[in-house]
């Protein structure tokens, strides 16, 4: 914490470092939306933000943490949060924002899977883990900034639904994570095989799918002929 109260302090007294980071994450992010991770090397960055390679690593420790600096201003912005209505509403609404956001997201295809298949933030099931936990990765703030940005971005909303005494009554013990695979999957499967866009109605259809595999399917779409 000292460390970097220190170096803040440094960058608002030095203009020119702050220039200097600015200008590398610019180029790092601008090769990483045209051509992936393999593009991001350090002396692409360097030669296109036009510092010298000894300049890059006062900033970052290794291309790594350069590489999840640029991730993480390609992030797009959390989903909004339902405020009202019954459980299967909010997650209704909650996921069709949700696709939305996904399909829109200014990255790379590389970006997404290197998002799914880069390190684990350990032990965490939800957004509200992260805080009063001594974090693994202390050596890498870069990636562990990115990796907890993820989490606090696109499993704030999901808290927030899935947390309340109503999903907890309808829903009683799941697995959290699991529960997670199954709403969003299908939306970031459809992402990166580069299908069709899912719509509003087939949000509709994974929610109740979900709910209907926990007995939590509304009466009024339960069919009433008997069949």
């Given amino acids: 914490m000292a460390g970097d109260v220190a170096e803040v302090a440094e960058s608002e007294q030095d203009p020119r470092k702050a220039r200097s980071r600015a200008r590398l994450l610019d180029a790092a992010t601008t090769l990483l939306a045209k051509g992936g991770t393999d593009a991001v090397t350090i002396d692409a960055v360097t030669k296109l933000a036009k510092v010298a390679r000894a300049t890059l690593y006062r900033h970052f420790d290794s291309g790594t943490e350069l590489v999840a600096a640029a991730f993480g201003r390609l992030i797009p912005p959390a989903p909004a949060v339902p405020l009202s209505g019954d459980l299967r509403t909010q997650l209704v609404e909650l996921m069709v924002s949700q696709a939305r956001l ?54 704030t909303a999901f808290d ?37 866009p899912l719509g509003p109605d087939a949000c509709v259809r994974i929610v109740d799918d979900f709910l209907a595999a926990r007995g939590s399917q509304p009466a009024a779409d339960t069919p009433s002929d008997g069949s």
């Fill in 160 to 196: 927030r639904v899935l947390g309340t005494d109503e999903a907890r009554r309808s829903l009683g013990d799941f697995d959290y994570d699991l529960a997670l695979a199954q709403l969003v999957g299908p939306l970031v499967f459809t992402k990166l095989a580069t299908l069709a």
């Fill in 102 to 155: 996904i399909e829109e997201a200014p990255m790379h295809v590389t970006a997404l899977c290197w998002l799914g298949m880069g390190p684990a933030l350990d032990d965490y099931s939800s957004a509200s883990d992260l805080e009063g936990v001594d974090h693994p990765h202390a050596d890498k703030p870069e990636l562990r900034s990115l990796r907890e940005h993820v989490v606090v971005q696109y499993r």
